[in-house]
């Protein structure tokens, strides 16, 4: 397991942007498969979106396709989620998520990954 440290999160009105980070303590952090988890309040955590280490792919939830952007910066050890267009129902708390090993495909489900992060809120007023 590693380390996992959110941020970029905040109040942003309707329609607004917002780029989530998510730093890795790992020295392997280009092998790591990586995702990004979303809980309302009330509601259980859901996919947001991923990117697998060892070819890039990526893969997205249909509510955030078109409007969020998942990136990563191996150099850095750093991920990315740029959010545009937000609106009121993208209100949740945003966790990263890692995974060591896979086979080269962004993994949607929350059991595919080890390693998480204690999550950074993002709140979007209407």
């Known amino acids: 397991q590693v380390r996992l440290v959110e941020s970029g999160g905040g109040l942003v009105q309707a329609g607004g942007s917002l780029r989530l980070s998510c730093v890795s303590s790992t020295r392997t952090f280009r092998t790591y498969d990586m995702g990004w988890f979303r809980q309302a309040p009330g509601k259980e955590r859901e996919f947001v979106a991923a990117i697998a280490g060892r070819t890039g792919f990526t893969a997205y939830a249909d509510s955030v396709k078109g409007r969020f952007t998942i990136s990563r910066d191996n150099a850095k050890k750093t991920m990315y989620l740029e959010m545009n267009s937000l609106k009121s129902e993208d209100t949740a708390v945003y966790f990263c998520?890692?995974?060591?090993?896979?086979?080269?495909?962004?993994?949607?489900?929350?059991?595919?990954?080890?390693?998480w992060g204690q999550g950074t809120q993002v709140t979007v007023s209407s």
């Open positions: 998520a890692a995974f060591d090993g896979g086979p080269g495909y962004p993994f949607r489900r929350e059991s595919d990954y080890d390693s």
